[in-house]
T-cell receptor
């Protein structure tokens, strides 16, 4: 079975500094990996996804993630944090579900951006 | 405007009462899903539907029921058998069930509270 572990429950950065949100996955085959963002009391928005093409994936709002098979990691980064980036971020892996599939969510990382 | 709508935004349930959460999509997606989110946790799959008139249990289906009579609609009923229903409920859809690369798109959520 697939699983994801988000290594930090909370991350705090100053506005304008880099963001790093860490995610490790466990997979018995080549995974499909996603990062979603959730602002307070809102639904989830897809930031980016990896599906075995380029290992460096660029997403919306300046975010990107690098798939590293040797480290089983899929960390999310952004060069310069903005106040509007404050939200909860979920690392997600796709797993088989009989003849179809389902999403397995990490427990989330709450990003706080200080002015 | 294409998207997923959920109503109501907030819902209050009395002891022993069944309540129904609405989910509608106009994206022409075949597959729809219901997730439950508890504080500090990722999302857990309640039910999913690959096609009209068909649905399957997810990881935490006990105390819930669904129907899929129309492609656009996938209502979730929280029954009195669900002893701890207080949570944030998210509906999602995806174009199909073609594989693990499929992206799921989320609605804005319904917060259910018990009186």
């Amino acid at each position: 079975a697939q699983s994801v572990t988000q290594l930090d429950s909370h991350v705090s950065v100053s506005e304008g500094t880099p963001v790093l949100l860490r995610c490790n996955y466990s997979s018995s085959y080549s995974p499909s990996l996603f990062w979603y963002v959730q602002h307070p009391n809102k639904g989830l928005q897809l930031l980016l996804k990896y599906t075995s093409a380029a290992t460096l994936v660029k997403g919306i709002n300046g975010f990107e993630a690098e798939f590293k098979k040797s480290e089983t990691s899929f960390h999310l980064t952004k060069p310069s944090a903005h106040m509007s980036d404050a939200a909860e971020y979920f690392c997600v892996v796709s797993d088989s579900l009989g003849s179809s599939y389902k999403l397995i969510f990490g427990s989330g990382t709450r990003l706080l951006v200080r002015p | 405007d294409g998207g997923i709508t959920q109503s109501p935004k907030y819902l209050f349930r009395k002891e022993g009462q069944n309540v129904t959460l609405s989910c509608e999509q106009n994206l022409n997606h075949d597959a729809m899903y219901w997730y439950r989110q508890d504080p500090g946790q990722g999302l857990r799959l309640i039910y999913y539907s690959q096609i009209v008139n068909d649905f399957q249990k997810g990881d935490i289906a006990e105390g819930y029921s669904v129907s899929r009579e129309k492609k656009e609609s996938f209502p979730l009923t929280v029954t009195s058998a669900q002893k701890n229903p207080t949570a944030f409920y998210l509906c999602a859809s995806s174009p199909g069930f073609s594989g693990r690369k499929e992206t799921q798109y989320f609605g804005p959520g319904t917060r259910l509270l018990v009186l």
